[in-house]
């Protein structure tokens, strides 16, 4: 990003469903984390206060179910709307403050990084990124995960956060389930027969 970063948050662990957000001091400023009962799995957000900012209902078919503060529940593509059309902006995501000011995640998509736009330049510079955790085994070091914003991005944090947080965590099912799809395919037609073992890989919302 051309624009100073203001901030760095780090997502410890690289997981948009249950981890801590932490400020550059290590102080834990949200923390997301998920519920599983036998009629839902909801993920919620709360702040340092331990309000609860943000809850996502998942669900198999349709679009997961979000509620925002004291909002009521809707479905989380009338928040975050996809582009649909035409084909080549699908991978936007856009949605409004509570001020009625207009952005963009962009990068919604398997091995893209998620970036946030505002309409003040019109959507030309990044306010925010997201920098997925890394590991270089051979020199036996690892990157924790890291939101940065700039001074715009700071402006709504929360909104910030939470918008990244369900994104990500639709991102990575939708990824999880692409290479699930793609292992079945891959399983010799015979190995059933001849016993081989198969196990299905990243079967769950992580890093």
Do not use: C
């Not at 957000?45 to 009521?72: F, H, M, Y």
């Not at 003040?120 to 914003?149: N, Q, W, Y």
């Not at 990500?168 to 037609?189: F, G, H, I, M």
Request: glycine share 6%.
């Amino acid at each position: 990003m051309s624009t100073p970063v203001a901030v760095t948050l780090t997502l410890t662990p690289d997981n948009p469903s249950n981890a801590a957000v932490l400020d550059p001091d290590g102080k834990e400023l949200y923390v997301v984390y998920t519920e599983h009962s036998k009629s839902a799995t909801t993920t919620h957000v709360k702040n340092a206060d331990e309000q609860i900012l943000a809850s996502l209902e998942w669900r198999d078919v349709l679009p997961d179910k979000v509620t925002l503060g004291t909002k009521g529940p809707m479905s989380l593509r009338d928040w975050l709307h996809t582009s649909l059309i035409p084909f080549y902006v699908k991978d936007d995501v856009s949605f409004q403050d509570d001020a009625g000011r207009k952005y963009k995640w962009r990068g919604n998509a398997p091995g893209r990084p998620l970036e946030l736009f505002s309409e003040d330049d019109g959507f030309k510079e990044p306010i925010a990124r997201f920098l997925r955790s890394r590991s270089d085994r051979a020199a036996g070091t690892s990157t924790p995960a890291t939101l940065v914003l700039t001074a715009r991005a700071a402006e709504i944090r929360d909104t910030v956060v939470i918008s990244f947080l369900f994104l990500e965590k639709t991102r990575r099912t939708n990824e999880t389930a692409s290479q699930s799809r793609a292992d079945v395919l891959a399983v010799p037609p015979l190995s059933g027969v001849v016993g081989s073992d198969y196990n299905v890989r990243d079967g769950g919302v992580r890093g």
